[in-house]
């Protein structure tokens, strides 16, 4: 039966956290209509709850400070985090259109801080801001923008094509009520992931189940599952992991309650060493997040311990939030002590073996190298700078948790969906956490807000454009004829 249309719009975007409140703005500044509906009661999905920095390369900022970067490094950086598996395509779009969407963003009033390299010489992509700035920002701009539509609690769960199998609109349920939502140029899918669905979690990554999720709570892979029912090529479904650094703020009570809301927190990236409950190191703790989530898992109850000394609280950042770990201390998710012994006693660990490991690990330091685990340990400017020997000393215990999926339907440059074929699906595109494909076997720091922000953009940018898909230019489509 056709479907009666109850909303239209030249570009329809499902999900509103930063990759959808991108394809929103920019389609509406490129002269479409838009309709964007969100699932849940507020907007923001992940986006909103995620540290806050960005991956840039060649920014101004970067200049200001001395730091010489470029694509072409950037590139070199995606390769080996993701050990060569990026998509060519999703790779290149990011890579073509990081710079400029760093300057639209700020043109939208985005307030970026960028921090000097920790080491002399080194380089700083993460153009941070506040916790979920970004997207409240393109909020803001999407909400008082006149051809935007925005439509809360209205999950989409069906998308429609017509009878040429051109992808023209979607059913919704909005507040309760059933309603089809016409799309003249096309649907761009920016719902997120699905680490909130069980079922899915146990097809694709059932090591995880049990992890501390840390998602959107609506990122249940809606978009995803739609995608796929239109034959949706995918990609990195292998790589799906935990990352380790998710506070553990009632520890030693490891239980997960409704309402916790844990904090990832890096001190590795400064300076701190992992231990485990035994008080042993148990990794090179230099190696990707997502390498050491597993890691973290293997531990005895899955714990770790991020354990630093007075230098490295000295290098915390206000931003990123991984970054802030004074803020995590004031809030006491960091614990500190006079001494090593004090420290160990609060953790019920044993005094003895974690002295004994501080001062193999400082050891090792002073000489430059690692022989236990192959960490490169740099001086810091100081000779000794990497020794944590510094009262007070700090603790931070924490697990491995799912912010993202990392994974999902593939696209090409220009965020068209691709089906199992290679070919694009026309008038479907997607951006953000939906998607999978750039990332590879890992994750870069930045690059998953990044990649939101970029990539939504052009897929707000490409759906408005692409002419060709409005039934309007095309008498052969019929968008009352669904299939």
């Known amino acids: 039966m056709p479907t009666e249309f109850a909303l239209q719009a030249d570009v329809v975007v499902v999900g509103a956290g ?14 479409a209509t838009v309709c964007l509906l969100e699932k849940g009661r507020a907007f923001g999905g992940s986006s909103v709850l995620a540290g806050g920095g960005l991956a840039f390369a060649g920014t101004d900022m970067q200049q200001a400070l001395g730091m010489q970067d470029s694509v072409e490094a950037l590139r070199r950086d995606l390769l080996e985090t993701g050990a060569g598996r990026n998509d060519p395509q999703m790779l290149q779009a990011y890579l073509d259109h990081q710079l400029a969407t760093f300057e639209w963003l700020r043109e939208r ?6 921090a000097p390299a920790t080491l002399p010489g080194g380089v700083n992509r993460i153009h941070g801001t506040e916790i979920g700035e970004v997207t409240r920002v393109l909020h803001g701009r999407v909400l008082a923008h006149p051809k935007v539509v925005y439509a ?4 989409v769960h069906r998308l429609l094509r017509s009878a040429v199998g051109r992808v023209h609109g979607a059913r919704a349920e909005i507040e309760g009520r059933e309603v089809g939502v016409q799309a003249h140029r096309g649907v761009v899918l920016a719902s997120g992931g699905f680490v909130r669905n069980a079922q899915l979690l146990c097809t694709f990554a059932p090591q995880w189940i049990d992890a501390i999720k840390m998602g959107g709570r609506d990122n249940t892979g809606d978009g995803f599952l739609m995608a796929c029912a ?27 309650r409704e309402g916790d809301s844990p904090s990832l ?32 898992a293997r531990q005895p109850k899955g714990v770790a311990f991020q354990i630093f000394d007075r230098k490295v609280m000295e290098r915390s950042l206000p931003s990123p939030a991984p970054a802030n770990y004074k803020e995590a201390h004031r809030r006491g998710i960091v614990r500190a002590a006079d001494s090593v012994a004090a420290l160990a006693l609060g953790l019920g660990l044993d005094a003895a073996r974690l002295r004994e490991t501080i001062d193999r690990y400082n050891t090792a330091a002073l000489n430059g190298a690692d022989p236990e685990h192959g960490r490169p340990i740099p001086d810091y400017g100081t000779p000794g700078g990497a020794c944590i020997d510094t009262p007070p000393f700090y603790a931070f ?11 999902g339907i593939r696209t090409d440059a220009r965020m068209r969906v691709r089906d199992v074929w290679g070919e694009p699906i026309p008038g479907l595109y997607a951006a953000g956490e939906v998607t999978g494909g750039f990332h590879g076997a890992a994750y870069l720091s930045g690059t998953a807000l990044g990649k939101a922000a970029v990539h939504g953009r052009l897929a707000g940018l490409a759906c408005a454009q692409d002419l060709s898909q409005d039934p309007r230019h ?5 968008p009352r004829t669904p299939r």
């Open 474 to 478: 095309d008498p052969r489509h019929d």
């Open 230 to 256: 239109l034959g949706a090529g995918l990609a990195d479904m292998a790589y799906i992991e935990a990352t380790l650094g998710a506070s553990l703020d009632r520890y030693p009570d490891l239980a997960q």
């Open 152 to 155: 809360r609690n209205a999950r």
């Open 397 to 407: 215990a924490c697990a491995a948790a799912l912010t993202t999926t990392y994974c």
């Open 109 to 114: 009033g985005v307030d970026f801080k960028l």
């Open 265 to 296: 927190l890096f001190p590795v990236i400064r300076g701190a060493i992992l231990v485990n409950l035994d008080a042993r190191r148990f990794a090179n703790e230099s190696l990707n997040y997502k390498v050491l989530g597993a890691a973290g």
């Open 18 to 31: 930063l990759a959808g409140n991108a394809a929103a703005l920019a389609a509406a500044e490129a002269g």
